[in-house]
């Protein structure tokens, strides 16, 4: 039973892990793309045009990544 609850839990945090750099490594990169057309504009109308990207890379790509990495073993 320990072994199971660690191992879903070493499972957890890998997933934990992957889906954290993933967001990061995702948002700055639509930021960074964005940076150039959405210079001087006010906070809240750069988040609405990062958003929308910023999902679908979640969606289609850090979360199938990170249930990957973090599946059971």
Not at 1 to 9: E, G, N, P, T, W
Not at 22 to 42: D, K, R
Not at 56 to 66: D, N, R
Request: aromatic share 12%; no cysteine; charged share 5%.
């Amino acid at each position: 039973m320990a072994l199971s609850f660690l191992s879903r839990l070493a499972s957890r945090l890998r997933f934990l892990m992957v889906a954290i750099i993933g967001a990061y490594a995702a948002i700055n990169l639509v930021l960074a793309v964005l940076s150039p057309f959405t210079a001087g504009w006010p906070i809240f109308g750069v988040t609405a045009l990062a958003v929308p990207p910023m999902v679908l890379a979640m969606v289609y790509g850090v979360i199938p990544v990170a249930f990957r990495f973090g599946a059971p073993r």
